[in-house]
């Protein structure tokens, strides 16, 4: 059975740093491309983040971009948002998902909360 | 940036009834269009995937079709159980772009 579960969120201030981790199993974690997306509360869906198998190409919306890093470690199967220069707007769930048919399995989500 | 304009925004149907959401694509996309269900508190869960083929597990009263840049999902029967927030995905191509979301509820 996939699965995949996030932690790392929490309460954190404007600028400041936080980084989410995903743990995944039941699948060939290396197999696949990974993404993140977050959902604002009481909003829509916004994809954050994918990256390769390898891990050597990533894309990023511009909303993110310069500011959000995503990276895995096959040998663990896990996937990671490092978030810098965090803003209010950043507030949101965040998913990990795994890129297999489009976005195939999606964690539970991990709440991140920026504020002052 | 590919954008999906999803419609209506919200609706409410009867048990049994009918019920099509639909996503429009700025651009051609192919088939890389994908449908989510999301129930309260949960994480979204995919429904169609390559715009026409049913997700592993999903009942066959859900189907999606395409129309050019036109893509639809349908739920032949509403049960009680399909209440929710629907998306449509496009992974055609980066930054990849949901719908706004359809709400739908029980009459």
């Known amino acids: 059975e996939v699965q995949l579960v996030e932690s790392g969120g929490g309460l954190v201030q404007p600028g400041r740093s936080l980084k989410l981790s995903c743990a995944a199993s039941?699948?060939?974690?290396?197999?696949?491309?990974m993404a993140w997306v977050r959902q604002a509360p009481k909003k829509g869906l916004e994809w954050v983040a994918t990256i390769s198998t390898s891990g050597s190409r990533t894309y990023y919306p511009d909303s993110v971009k310069g500011r959000f890093t995503i990276s895995r470690d096959n040998a663990k199967s896990s996937l990671y948002l490092q978030m810098n220069s965090l803003k209010s707007e950043d507030t949101a769930t965040y998913y990990c998902?795994?890129?297999?048919?489009?976005?195939?399995?999606w964690g539970p989500g991990t709440m991140v909360t920026v504020s002052s | 940036d590919i954008q999906m304009t999803q419609s209506p925004a919200s609706l409410s149907a009867s048990l049994e009834e009918i019920v099509t959401i639909t996503c429009q694509a700025s651009q051609d996309i192919g088939n890389w269009l994908a449908w989510y269900q999301q129930k309260p508190g949960k994480s979204p869960q995919l429904l169609i995937y390559?715009?026409?083929s049913l997700a592993d597990g999903v009942p066959s009263r859900f189907s999606g079709s395409r129309s050019g840049t036109q893509y639809s999902l349908k739920i032949s029967r509403l049960q009680v159980e399909d209440p929710g927030i629907y998306y449509c995905?496009?992974?055609?191509?980066?930054?990849?772009?949901f719908g706004a979301g359809t709400k739908l509820e029980l009459k």
């Open positions: 039941g699948f060939t974690f290396s197999n696949y491309y």
């Open positions: 995905l496009q992974g055609y191509s980066a930054p990849y772009t």
């Open positions: 390559g715009a026409t």
């Open positions: 998902a795994r890129h297999g048919r489009l976005l195939d399995f």
